[in-house]
């Protein structure tokens, strides 16, 4: 038996992880062959072994791979597409679909993303739903996504939750002697636009306005409208916030172990690696009251994420600030400070 992977279109993100978790695991697979179809600019040199290939896809190649596995294809073999997307063509064995992109299956705005963004998602969408009944199974990572797909019109039968991550067996997470900053909160997020940091930073300006500075790590790439927009909201208003690009993995997991508490404000997500990285290193989480948070962890504090007060909040509430409420007064009280305004 052969299994073949597609994952000709990740090079980055939370994809990446996904797809080096996947590798990683193959050394346990030892009497089987894995042959993983990866994109150009995705560096796999760290993996190889003798039981796994690799074949190099340039990006106006990804459309021929499925047609390139089916020839090597035989009866026993499986074929996993990390693509979010299903072949165009059925496969004579069984072939399973790792979904792991929302708005690929959902509805979400996107009226703030780029042009080419908005292309490539509607594409994307349409080639998922024309192709649906091309695959045999599909493996989605929470139930929140499994629900999306029933409420689609995928067969329950068809469908399962497995999510799966890489676990570190060195590291000994019963004895957590980890250096943890006081009051620094840190998230671990692209740009785009659902990661909400416009009523992230929004809180943290009413934060300021208390003369409250909690510290905020961000993970964003400098050039961009959004680190632009940050750095002037800084500067106009003190906050203490360090933002730190192009991050390697390792320095990565070192911020979950050094800070105080995991925020994530996102609006949309089909997994949410961050919260389950932040879990597995006991690290408190602040976030949305939404679905996907609740299918991997119970946060210590939940808010709005379309609130920004509710999120500033959220954060005073962690940090144990009490916060001032309205006071209820009689009705004669009321009329005379009416009078006396």
């Known amino acids: ?140 990572q929470s139930d929140s996504m499994s629900n999306v797909l029933q409420d689609k019109g995928i067969d329950k039968n068809k469908l399962f939750i497995i999510a799966y991550k890489k676990i570190d067996e060195e590291e000994n997470l019963n004895n957590l002697n980890y250096q943890r900053q006081n009051n620094t909160f840190l998230y671990v997020s692209s740009d785009d636009p659902h990661k909400n940091h416009k009523k992230l930073i929004e809180a943290w300006c009413l934060l300021s306005e208390e003369n409250i500075y909690p510290k905020l790590i961000l993970t964003i790439d400098k050039n961009t409208s959004l680190h632009s927009s940050i750095i002037k909201k800084v500067e106009k208003n ?12 390792e320095k990565i997991l070192n911020l979950y172990k050094q800070s105080t508490a995991l925020i994530f404000p996102s609006l949309f997500e089909s997994y949410g690696l961050p919260l389950v990285e932040a879990n597995h290193y006991k690290l408190p989480v602040i976030a949305s009251e939404l679905d996907f948070v609740r299918d991997i962890l119970d946060p210590v504090e939940t808010f709005d994420p379309n609130s920004s007060k509710s999120i500033s909040r959220s954060v005073k509430r962690f940090l144990k600030i009490k916060e001032k409420k309205t006071e209820v007064v009689k009705p004669e009280v009321f009329i005379k400070s009416v009078i006396n305004l």
């Open 1 to 140: 038996m052969i299994i073949f992977v597609n994952a000709s279109n990740i090079h980055t993100g939370g994809g990446k992880v996904i797809l080096n978790d996947f590798i990683s695991a193959t050394k346990y697979f030892d009497q089987i062959n894995f042959k993983i179809y990866v994109d150009s600019r995705y560096n796999f040199t760290e993996f190889e072994r003798s039981n796994v290939s690799f074949n190099i896809t340039k990006k106006k190649q990804r459309f021929l791979v499925c047609f390139e596995i089916e020839k090597q294809t035989h009866n026993d073999d499986i074929v996993i597409y990390l693509t979010n997307i299903p072949p165009i063509i059925r496969h004579k064995c069984k072939t399973v679909l790792v979904q792991s992109n929302r708005f690929v299956i959902d509805y979400f705005s996107l009226s703030d993303f780029s042009i080419v963004t908005k292309i490539r998602l509607y594409t994307e969408k349409l080639l998922f739903f024309i192709n649906k009944n091309k695959i045999d199974y599909i493996v989605v």
């Open 238 to 249: 003190g906050l203490n916030i360090d933002i730190i690009p192009n991050l390697e993995r």
